[in-house]
C-alpha cells in the first residue's frame, strides 16, 4: 500500500506537477480541507468548497496498479470527515466527528497526523476503511486534548534542565528520577 498526505495548502498550490507524478501510484490520499481547496484550485476545479467533488477529483485520477482502488479522505476538523473510493466515486462517504467541548481542545498542532497514523495503522492492521477513518477520529481526538508539540518541547526542555543540577548541587534531582 502507497499513501500520500497532503501535508499542507502550499504543497498541491506549488508542487501540483509532482503531486500528478506520485497520485498514480498512491492507493490512499489524506488531507484535509484547506489542503483540499488549495488542490482545487490548482487543479482548476469549479468549486473549491465541494470537498466530496474534490474528493472524487482525485480518487478518479489515473492509477498504474488497478488491483487496489485509490481512496481518498478529507478531513474537515470538528466537522465530518468524507471518504470517495475510485471503486465508487459517486457516492462518497461522510463520517459524522464526535465534538469535544472547546475547553478540551488545547491544542490542534498534530490532529492531522494523528488522524493519518490512527487510520493507515488500523487500516494495514486488516480494519476496513470504516473501521480506520473511527481509529484515525479516535487519535486526532487525543492528539488535540493535549499540547502537543509545545508539551514535548517543554518536557524535553525540563527534563535537560533537570538532568544539569545534581552537578550543580552535587546531590540527585527529584525530578530526574
Not at 89 to 95: G, L, Q, R, S, T
Request: aromatic share 6%; charged share 20%; net charge neutral.
Amino acid at each position: 500500500m502507497f499513501a500520500i498526505n497532503l501535508s499542507a495548502p502550499f504543497i498541491p498550490q506549488f508542487f501540483k506537477v509532482q503531486l500528478e507524478q506520485l497520485f498514480p501510484y498512491c492507493d490512499v490520499v489524506i488531507g484535509n480541507e484547506s489542503e483540499a481547496a488549495a488542490w482545487a484550485s490548482a487543479a482548476g476545479l469549479p468549486d473549491k468548497d465541494n470537498i466530496p467533488a474534490i474528493a472524487r477529483s482525485i480518487a478518479t485520477l489515473p492509477k498504474l496498479n488497478p488491483s487496489r482502488q485509490r481512496t481518498v479522505i478529507i478531513t474537515q476538523g470538528p466537522e465530518s470527515t468524507v471518504v470517495v473510493s475510485a471503486a465508487d466515486p459517486d457516492k462518497p462517504k461522510i463520517f459524522a466527528v464526535d465534538r469535544l467541548e472547546d475547553q478540551q481542545i488545547v491544542d490542534t498542532n498534530g490532529a492531522g497526523d494523528a488522524f493519518a497514523g490512527g487510520f493507515l495503522g488500523a487500516l494495514v492492521s486488516g480494519k476496513s476503511v470504516d473501521e480506520a477513518v473511527l481509529a484515525g477520529h479516535k487519535m486526532g481526538a487525543m492528539c488535540v486534548q493535549l499540547v502537543s508539540t509545545l508539551q514535548t518541547l517543554y518536557l524535553q526542555r525540563l527534563t535537560a534542565s533537570c538532568r544539569s543540577v545534581p552537578s550543580i548541587l552535587g546531590q540527585k534531582s527529584p525530578c530526574c528520577r
